[in-house]
């Protein structure tokens, strides 16, 4: 069945380093691909998105690439900041449904 | 324009009772999602709702059972409460664009903490 694996966290950085989360997915058909970000105490948002593959999603300074060779979507920014730190979940959903399967999700932690 | 709005945002139940949760979803979209999500996990598909009926069903037992009103707003009841069913659980909602699934991505309310006792 479809699954998303996610590199397990936390993952600690200083203020201004560069992020990598790496997210693998298995899927039997061509999913569309999300980052989704949950801030302390909050629900869900939508961080970004790519639907077919070589896409390239970006907001808020993080990228992430829909790499259909490899099955990924890393999670990338150049420099963090410290509001950044929240619980991060790559997700994926076939294009013949609605429901999203998630990763377990992996926690940023940024110190100044 | 108002996103999507849960409630309660906490509850405390025992063992056995029953509880229902609401979720009102963002203007102009259709489609409501519910998921639960256990401490320190992604969230788990739980069921969907279109046009007033269940459409998907996650591995969920009956116990979990859902309804969607013709304001697309949405319920779901959750019948002899256990221990493990203390969890986060989210609604999302999304435009559907009539029988065709829409590429647009599912918006997701703050949640509804239920702690059972």
């Known amino acids: 069945g479809n699954s998303v694996t996610q590199m397990e966290g936390p993952v600690t950085l200083s203020e201004e380093a560069f992020l990598t989360i790496n997210c693998t997915y298995t899927?039997?058909?061509?999913?569309?691909l999300f980052w989704y970000v949950q801030y302390p105490g909050e629900g869900l948002q939508l961080l970004l998105k790519a639907t077919k593959a070589d896409d390239k999603g970006s907001n808020k300074g993080f990228e992430a690439t829909y790499r259909k060779e490899t099955t990924s979507f890393h999670l990338e920014k150049g420099s963090v900041q410290v509001s950044d730190s929240a619980v991060y979940f790559c997700?994926?959903?076939?294009?013949?449904?609605?429901?999203?399967?998630w990763g377990a999700g992996t926690k940023l932690i940024i110190k100044p | 324009d108002a996103g999507v709005t849960q409630s309660p945002t906490h509850l405390i139940k025992t063992r056995g009772q029953q509880v229902t949760l609401r979720c009102s979803p963002k203007s102009g979209h259709d489609t409501v999602s519910w998921y639960q999500q256990a401490l320190g996990q992604g969230p788990q598909f739980i069921f969907q709702y279109y046009e007033e009926e269940e459409r998907q069903r996650g591995n969920f037992p009956d116990r979990f059972s859902g309804h969607q009103f013709p304001n697309y707003s949405s319920e779901l009841n959750v019948n002899a409460l256990l221990l493990g069913d203390s969890a986060l659980y989210l609604c999302?909602?999304?435009?559907?664009?009539?029988?065709?699934?829409?590429?647009?991505?599912?918006?997701f309310g703050d949640g509804t903490r239920l702690s059972i006792l």
């Open positions: 997700a994926l959903r076939e294009n013949s449904n609605y429901q999203l399967i």
């Open positions: 899927a039997t058909g061509y999913p569309s």
């Open positions: 999302a909602s999304s435009a559907r664009a009539g029988r065709f699934f829409s590429n647009q991505p599912q918006h």
